[in-house]
């Protein structure tokens, strides 16, 4: 089993749907959790950064931690075809050094 | 905030020669760098973790005589793929860690192609 699992899509939706993507993981010990935007040939770009569990908001984005159940969400609202992307949920654990990655989600919005 | 600059952008060798790639942290000080490769459609593979004056720490699997890695500064590290084969081709990419910043800023990657 993967420390961290990922659907890799592609997930296609119609521009103004709210996407959600996710990640489950295995190892208890992971705090820190990222989600990262890859764009085609390009280095990721980190979107949103949590620790522990909860919520976080930046614009159309929201980012969700339940390690209850070890797993990890971000949402985009009114998407854009500027959000076609693939998208990498990563994370770490305390004084981590090396983050894990999940294998990435593509998504595709059609205008 | 943070840039990690990595250069080239795309290259394309013959098979035989070595190739160098730079990352460098343009307004931090980066401690710690990591290198990885992707394939198609595939995630992020770690290949070694750059310490600044220090040696590289290789992942299991990775050849640390095939991928020289030197981090001499606090903003530069370089990867050097030596004595390149076509199945070496693909993408690699550099992150750097800001220090007490858990965010990690990653560079836009060199495309290489082995001929």
């Known amino acids: 089993q993967k420390e961290v699992e990922q659907d890799p899509g592609p997930l296609s939706v119609p521009e103004g749907a709210i996407v959600s993507l996710n990640c489950t993981y295995s190892?208890?010990?992971?705090?820190?959790f990222m989600w990262y935007r890859q764009y085609s040939r390009k280095g990721p770009e980190l979107l949103m950064y949590?620790?522990?569990?909860g919520n976080k908001e930046d614009g159309r984005f929201t980012a969700q931690v339940d390690k209850s159940s070890k797993y990890i969400s971000l949402f985009i609202r009114d998407s854009q075809p500027s959000d076609s992307a693939t998208y990498l949920c990563?994370?770490?654990?305390?004084?981590?050094?090396?983050?894990?990655f999940g294998t990435g989600t593509r998504l595709l919005v059609s205008p | 905030g943070a840039v990690v600059s990595q250069h080239p952008s795309r290259v394309i060798c013959k098979s035989g020669t070595s190739v160098k790639i730079e990352c460098r942290s343009l307004?931090?000080?980066?401690?710690?760098m990591f290198w990885y490769r992707q394939f198609p459609k595939q995630s992020l593979m770690l290949m070694a973790t750059?310490?600044?004056?220090?040696?590289?720490?290789?992942e299991q699997g990775v050849e640390k005589d095939k991928f020289l890695i030197n981090h001499a500064s606090l903003t530069l590290s370089t990867l050097t793929v030596t004595s390149a084969h076509p199945e070496d081709s693909s993408f690699y990419i550099c992150?750097?860690?800001?220090?007490?910043?858990?965010?990690?800023?990653f560079g836009s990657g060199t495309r290489l192609t082995v001929v």
């Open positions: 307004d931090f000080q980066a401690t710690t």
């Open positions: 190892n208890s010990a992971f705090q820190y």
């Open positions: 949590t620790y522990s569990s």
């Open positions: 990563a994370m770490g654990n305390t004084g981590f050094q090396k983050l894990v």
């Open positions: 750059s310490n600044e004056g220090s040696k590289a720490t290789y």
């Open positions: 992150s750097a860690r800001v220090r007490n910043d858990y965010g990690y800023t």
